[in-house]
């Protein structure tokens, strides 16, 4: 499967995005999903997953209450919307897939990755 992921910008802090990620399958909703950043010189950095069917969800304690996690499988997509945005959410976001009906908080769990979309949340 092919990811697309888009909607990154910039944005003054307290802002919001919405990020999407797109799948060349409609079997999509077969994968769970997964959304990870990476700044300059840190590690890749789990965010949110979400199950096949969009029934359980998962966050990182750094965005838990800000960011949601949740998908369209009519629309191969899943998004993340990201709420109250602080200058050290700036990295590239990147959604991930794996053909499996639970989710995963570990990167190295996903098989698809997409290409990433660059946030950048000014002070």
């Known amino acids: 499967v092919q990811l697309q992921a888009s909607g990154g910008g910039l944005v003054q802090t307290g802002g919001s995005l919405r990020l999407s990620c797109a799948a060349s399958?409609?079997?999509?909703?077969?994968?769970?999903t997964g959304w990870f950043r990476q700044a300059p010189g840190k590690e890749r950095e789990f965010l949110a997953a979400?199950?096949?069917?969009?029934?359980?969800?998962g966050y990182a304690d750094s965005v838990k209450g800000r960011f949601t996690i949740s998908r369209d499988n009519a629309k191969n997509t899943v998004y993340l919307q990201m709420n109250s945005l602080k200058p050290e959410d700036t990295a590239v976001y990147y959604c991930?897939?794996?053909?499996?009906?639970?989710?995963?908080?570990?990167?190295?769990?996903?098989?698809?990755w997409g290409q990433g979309t660059l946030v950048t949340v000014s002070s």
């Open positions: 991930a897939a794996r053909l499996s009906i639970y989710y995963y908080t570990d990167h190295t769990d996903y098989d698809y």
């Open positions: 979400i199950n096949w069917r969009g029934s359980n969800t």
């Open positions: 399958e409609r079997t999509f909703s077969n994968y769970a």
